[in-house]
């Protein structure tokens, strides 16, 4: 009799483990041609905004950082939470946040350089007055200036050295930083370089215009700061409710997460909070 009763259950095992080896085999299949695209695009991404910001790190041992981050928070997740739902948009997040990192700090880099950029161009100028060529007067700010902006006037240098024309590689300096500012102050000095006029008050013009561009920009900031801080504060409302509630009454908002209608619900609440602070952010984003 047990001898009838272990052939089922052999048959059966024999049949799971069958099916977990074909879907290992399937998931090897298609996971990692997927992970090589992934980390293709991750490398060549991430080589690209490294390069743009002077950092020189391996964009292959970022690339394993990244996806050691990705298992440990959606492992933490997940026994925390005991909840797949939960390990996977932590794993959503820990994969998107590089990106969030590199364009915050690339954005921090303009800033910086944006704010050098006015002493950089007065600089300049008093060399021009005291009677140095513009590539002298490049190469003796960069010495006495601090990066972002040395690095950037230093590059265009470097091509000069290498055979590329001055306007040309200040050409270059204006496509490499999407910035109204080095936009206005290269072609200044081209156009001065080009017509042969007084390079030196142009550049102390457009020392000035950029100082005033950049006072009222700082006003503008402080006066909408108030706008700003209650998008975030109305965004984040909701959110404080919803887990105030949970505290409270956990049987009733157990079906806004276990059913139909509860995930319909917080669809809708999703896409009117991020239409809300965006409507706002725009609101108060005023360009000079």
Request: charge should be positive.
């Given at each position: 009799?047990?001898?009838?009763?272990?052939l089922?259950?052999?048959?059966?095992?024999?049949?799971?483990a069958?099916?977990m080896?074909?879907l290992?085999?399937v998931?090897?299949?298609?996971?990692?041609?997927?992970?090589a695209?992934?980390?293709?695009?991750?490398t060549?991404?991430?080589?690209?905004?490294?390069r743009?910001?002077?950092l020189?790190v391996?964009?292959?041992?970022?690339f394993?950082?990244?996806?050691?981050?990705i298992l440990?928070?959606a492992?933490?997740?997940?026994?925390w939470?005991?909840?797949?739902a939960?390990a996977?948009?932590?794993?959503?997040?820990?994969?998107?946040?590089p990106?969030?990192?590199?364009r915050?700090?690339?954005?921090?880099r303009?800033?910086?350089?944006?704010?050098?950029?006015p002493?950089?161009l007065?600089?300049?100028?008093?060399?021009?007055?005291?009677?140095v060529?513009?590539?002298?007067?490049?190469?003796?700010?960069?010495l006495?200036?601090?990066?972002?902006?040395s690095?950037?006037f230093?590059?265009?240098?470097?091509?000069?050295?290498?055979?590329?024309?001055?306007?040309?590689?200040l050409?270059?300096?204006?496509?490499?930083v999407?910035?109204?500012?080095?936009?206005?102050?290269?072609?200044a000095?081209?156009?001065?370089?080009?017509?042969?006029?007084?390079l030196a008050?142009?550049?102390?013009?457009?020392?000035?215009?950029l100082?005033?561009?950049?006072?009222?920009?700082?006003?503008?900031?402080?006066l909408?700061?108030?706008?700003?801080?209650?998008?975030?504060?109305?965004?984040?409302?909701?959110?404080?409710l919803?887990?105030?509630?949970?505290?409270?009454?956990?049987?009733?908002?157990?079906?806004?997460?276990?059913?139909r209608l509860?995930?319909?619900?917080?669809?809708?609440?999703?896409?009117?909070?991020v239409?809300?602070?965006?409507i706002i952010?725009r609101?108060?984003?005023i360009?000079v």
């Amino acid at each position: 009799m047990s001898e009838r009763l272990d052939l089922p259950v052999a048959v059966a095992t024999l049949g799971v483990a069958v099916a977990m080896a074909m879907l290992a085999w399937v998931l090897l299949r298609v996971g990692l041609p997927s992970l090589a695209r992934y980390r293709a695009l991750f490398t060549e991404r991430t080589h690209v905004g490294l390069r743009e910001m002077f950092l020189f790190v391996d964009p292959a041992w970022l690339f394993v950082a990244n996806l050691g981050l990705i298992l440990f928070a959606a492992l933490m997740a997940w026994l925390w939470s005991d909840a797949l739902a939960t390990a996977l948009l932590v794993a959503a997040s820990a994969a998107v946040g590089p990106r969030l990192l590199m364009r915050w700090m690339r954005r921090r880099r303009l800033d910086r350089l944006e704010a050098q950029l006015p002493d950089t161009l007065l600089m300049l100028a008093g060399g021009m007055r005291a009677g140095v060529s513009l590539t002298r007067g490049i190469a003796q700010m960069v010495l006495e200036s601090r990066p972002p902006v040395s690095q950037e006037f230093d590059l265009v240098l470097r091509e000069q050295r290498l055979g590329v024309s001055l306007d040309e590689a200040l050409g270059n300096l204006g496509a490499r930083v999407p910035l109204q500012s080095v936009t206005l102050a290269v072609a200044a000095m081209r156009i001065a370089c080009e017509t042969g006029g007084q390079l030196a008050e142009t550049l102390e013009c457009a020392s000035q215009t950029l100082r005033s561009k950049q006072s009222m920009e700082g006003k503008i900031r402080a006066l909408t700061a108030q706008g700003k801080l209650q998008a975030w504060v109305v965004g984040g409302l909701p959110m404080l409710l919803m887990a105030v509630l949970d505290r409270m009454e956990p049987a009733a908002m157990h079906l806004m997460f276990a059913t139909r209608l509860g995930w319909a619900t917080l669809a809708v609440i999703a896409l009117l909070e991020v239409f809300g602070v965006l409507i706002i952010r725009r609101i108060v984003d005023i360009d000079v």
